[in-house]
């Protein structure tokens, strides 16, 4: 499987963005997806995951609630909506994938990663 992120950029704060991730490869369905980032001197952060289904979701406790995460199975395609952006969301957002199950909330847990897009929120 190999990921490919998409949509980030410098905005504002309070502006909104929406980050694309495409997965090539068969079984696209049979994979949970997941959004990290990480920004300078920090570690990775756990954004949000998706079942292989779309049905479940879990979000960081940093942005729930300003963040969502969908897919479309049909397109191989995953999505995070990204709202209400303050500086400290500023950093490399990266997608991941992990062979079946739901709930991965641990980078590790995820088989394949993207190589990341860049999102610089300026206040």
């Known amino acids: 499987v190999q990921l490919v992120e998409s949509g980030g950029g410098s905005v504002r704060a309070g502006d909104s963005l929406r980050l694309s991730c495409a997965a090539s490869?068969?079984?696209?369905?049979?994979?949970?997806m997941g959004w990290f980032r990480q920004a300078p001197g920090k570690e990775r952060e756990f954004l949000g995951t998706i079942s292989m289904n779309g049905g479940v979701t879990h979000y960081g406790d940093s942005v729930k609630g300003r963040f969502t995460i969908s897919r479309d199975n049909a397109k191989n395609m995953v999505y995070l909506q990204l709202n209400n952006l303050n500086a400290d969301d500023s950093g490399i957002y990266y997608c991941a994938t992990r062979y079946v199950g739901s709930g991965w909330t641990v980078g590790s847990e995820y088989d394949h990663w993207g190589q990341g897009t860049q999102v610089t929120v300026s206040t």
């Open positions: 490869g068969r079984s696209f369905s049979l994979h949970a």
